[in-house]
């Protein structure tokens, strides 16, 4: 196959070409793992499998030891209600919802962390705005932390820090997608108002989502089987009629959806199924283009006990997903990783074009585990918080934190320990796009910056 270059290609192959002679090896300064005094209790391991080799990102250092970051001793809930995003400034912010039957508190503990894993904030039984896990940072943006689980308000932030919040709500006719919205101040401007029928009591994961021209969706399932939406082009005034993301009808029951969106406008999607007849549990992935068209059609990535998945989309468009096989006495906690940059034309992808780190166990002990949260920071790493307790109420959960920081060697795209020809005619290759490959400083783009950091990181990976 012959390969057509424009002028960038050509100018950065130029520059390429004359400077391989004189590249020089230089190190790549890594993340320090973060340095904690905690309480292990017991039993925990931290595992670091190999997954699938990679086209990039494959050569991460091996996840960092679980450590504890807050004790809720005889916590009067099935689970603890657990969120998380980056905020305008970096940082990885993580929320614990407090809210008990004995004690019905609508705050939250949230903790910020930096990409090392150092705690540098920490705010005890603070409310939420509107009720949700979204929060004012420390540069005054609001931020919305996406939660995993399903019995809490959702909430999306525009560019203009109004606060966007959906909820399903039992009306006369069923149950129902109900909508909110705040000022930046937190003020209630539109007070929960019902904008589409068709929810579904089984499934209250009724997710808000803000594009980049502040067009707000509200993705939802909608009788265990469509993959639906709704859309507001005057900032939640009026709302269109369902439109349908995925059509499942009369197929098996799916739920735990979970949507984001991509710089490009596009949403990415991950959900369950369960078949009954034979209790077989899969987890699926679909793109759609912003016209609302399918880009991916639903694909499968991976087949096994699974309970809510958790969907999070970083700067070089790779999706990273972690979930616990069951919601009660799992004991082990997955994780992988899948490439956002595909654009198949509405076709269903393969599960090796998908995925770029195949499902590996992360952690493994022999106290039940729920309900893991993730977060992408800027420099490839992937930061998670989980759930450690026995399930059931009155029973003492535990909130432990661990890591995978970015990789030593974020241009040896093809994993095979050196930065060489191979890893420029990738980058090369991939000039101009948005997506993993070639993409060394993580900006979601290829760029000359990514050219340069290529050329100095020349050589065998440190």
């Given at each position: 196959m012959m390969i057509q270059f424009d002028a960038h290609h050509r100018w950065a192959a130029a520059i390429g070409v004359s400077l391989l002679s004189a590249a020089v090896a230089q190190g790549q300064v890594g993340l320090d793992?973060?340095?904690?005094?905690?309480?292990?209790?017991?039993?925990?391991?931290?595992?670091?499998?190999?997954?699938?080799?990679?086209?990039?990102?494959?050569?991460?250092?091996?996840?960092?030891d679980p450590v504890l970051l807050a004790s809720y001793p005889a916590f009067d809930n099935w689970n603890l209600d657990m969120a998380g995003a980056r905020d305008s400034q970096d940082l990885l912010q993580f929320a614990v919802r407090l809210w008990q039957y004995s004690d019905q508190n609508w705050n939250y503990d949230r903790y910020a962390l930096d990409e090392t894993g150092e705690i540098v904030g920490t705010w005890l039984n603070t409310p939420g705005l509107g009720k949700a896990a979204a929060f004012t940072d420390g540069a005054g943006h609001n931020v919305a932390l996406r939660p995993v689980a399903t019995t809490q308000y959702f909430a999306?932030?525009?560019?203009?820090?109004?606060?966007?919040?959906?909820?399903?709500?039992?009306?006369?006719?069923?149950?129902?997608?109900?909508?909110?919205?705040?000022?930046?101040?937190?003020?209630?401007?539109?007070?929960?108002?019902?904008?589409?029928?068709?929810?579904?009591?089984?499934?209250?994961?009724?997710?808000?989502?803000?594009?980049n021209d502040d067009t707000v969706a509200v993705v939802w399932i909608r009788d265990t089987e469509d993959i639906c939406a709704v859309k507001s082009t005057d900032h939640g005034v009026t709302w269109s009629d369902i439109i349908v993301l995925v059509d499942r009808t009369d197929t098996i029951q799916g739920s735990c959806v979970k949507a984001v969106v991509g710089s490009d406008d596009c949403l990415h999607l991950v959900w369950r199924t369960l078949d009954w007849s034979n209790y077989t549990e899969k987890l699926w992935y679909a793109k759609v283009y912003p016209d609302w068209s399918l880009c991916v059609d639903e694909t499968i990535f991976f087949e096994g006990p699974c309970w809510y998945p958790y969907l999070s989309l970083d700067n070089a468009n790779r999706l990273h997903v972690t979930f616990t096989p069951t919601y009660d006495v799992a004991t082990t906690l997955y994780y992988t990783r899948l490439r956002g940059d595909l654009d198949l034309g509405g076709n269903p992808a393969t599960d090796e074009l998908l995925t770029l780190i195949g499902e590996?166990?992360?952690?493994?002990?022999?106290?039940?585990?729920?309900?893991?949260v993730n977060v992408p920071d800027a420099a490839g790493g992937v930061h998670v918080i989980y759930e450690r307790g026995a399930y059931g109420c009155e029973t003492d959960k535990d909130v432990y934190y661990i890591s995978l920081p970015g990789p030593d060697c974020p241009a040896d795209f093809d994993g095979d320990g050196d930065v060489d020809t191979a890893d420029l005619l990738i980058l090369l290759a991939a000039w101009g796009t948005a997506g993993p490959d070639g993409d060394?400083?993580?900006?979601?783009?290829?760029?000359?910056?990514?050219?340069?950091?290529?050329?100095?990181?020349?050589?065998?990976c440190p």
């Open positions: 793992p973060a340095v904690y005094s905690a309480d292990a209790r017991g039993g925990i391991t931290a595992l670091g499998a190999a997954g699938k080799t990679a086209p990039r990102g494959a050569r991460s250092r091996a996840w960092t999306a932030v525009d560019s203009n820090d109004y606060v966007h919040l959906a909820s399903t709500l039992s009306g006369g006719s069923g149950w129902e997608v109900s909508y909110s919205k705040l000022d930046p101040n937190g003020n209630t401007l539109i007070s929960w108002d019902i904008i589409t029928q068709d929810a579904d009591p089984w499934n209250f994961y009724v997710q808000p989502i803000v594009l590996e166990i992360v952690v493994s002990d022999v106290i039940p585990l729920h309900y893991p060394v400083d993580f900006d979601g783009d290829v760029d000359t910056a990514d050219l340069l950091a290529l050329l100095a990181a020349w050589g065998p």
